[in-house]
């Protein structure tokens, strides 16, 4: 049992680069989330799903984009990278909003 | 609307001794509380969990939190620190009590990084 996976767990982009985060979970949670975490801030929300095929925006959305096309995978889509998006970005899980599950997270740095 | 604000940014204590990290909630429906940790350079794993059922929740590593619904808080404990406590500690909140959609999202306090002394 995998739990939740993320690739890639590192990566270094130079800035208005694109990249896409993926991952997938395989505990047939409803809901998913994409944190960004950051020194001093926490864990902040960026885009959030409640199902297959439905997204919702979080905290911080601005230059992200997700897509949940299967209830299993949930991507995060940076389609112009800025060295403000360097951050470690953590994907979770959830049944029904209530105790979250994380990946090992994805450490990226934008030059 | 919901918060979460942990009240202490550090926390440093010898090797032994009691620990003891602050949280206090706002929420204005009945919250499920948890406590999640994370070690260096690791994803987040969840501590322990109080979602309505008896007020003291016992969780993984000798830890425990008491939900006091008067003071509003749901602060962490550990009798006895160890070395491998070392880490960062996040309290979070969420309502259960509305249909999924904004309400059901987890508000995350700051976190506590928590120091153990030889």
């Known amino acids: 049992n995998a739990g939740v996976t993320q690739t890639p767990k590192f990566r270094v982009l130079k800035t208005g680069q694109s990249m896409t985060l993926l991952c997938a979970q395989d505990?047939?949670?409803?809901?998913m989330y994409w944190y960004r975490q950051d020194p001093g801030m926490g864990l902040r929300l960026i885009h959030y799903s409640v199902g297959e095929g439905t997204t919702a925006k979080g905290e911080v959305p601005d230059g992200y984009n997700v897509s949940r096309l299967k209830k299993q995978n949930f991507l995060l889509g940076l389609e112009s990278a800025a060295p403000s998006q360097t951050s470690v970005y953590f994907c979770?899980?959830?049944?029904?909003?209530?105790?979250?599950?994380f990946g090992q997270g994805t450490r990226l740095t934008v030059v | 609307a919901q918060s979460v604000t942990q009240l202490d940014s550090h926390v440093s204590v010898s090797e032994g001794t009691p620990v003891l990290l602050r949280c206090n909630y706002s929420?204005?429906?009945?919250?499920?509380l948890f406590w999640y940790v994370q070690h260096p350079n690791k994803g987040l794993q969840l501590l322990l969990k109080?979602?309505?059922?008896a007020t003291l929740v016992k969780g993984i590593n000798g830890f425990e939190a008491e939900f006091k619904k008067s003071e509003t808080s749901f602060h962490l404990t550990k009798p006895s620190a160890h070395m491998s406590d070392a880490a960062e500690y996040f309290c979070?909140?969420?309502?259960?009590?509305?249909?999924?959609?904004?309400?059901?999202?987890?508000?995350w306090g700051l976190g506590t990084s928590l120091a153990v002394n030889p």
């Open positions: 505990m047939n949670h409803e809901y």
């Open positions: 979070v909140v969420i309502s259960l009590d509305r249909p999924p959609g904004n309400n059901r999202k987890l508000i």
């Open positions: 979770a899980s959830s049944r029904m909003g209530v105790e979250a599950f």
């Open positions: 929420s204005s429906y009945s919250p499920s």
């Open positions: 109080y979602t309505s059922a």
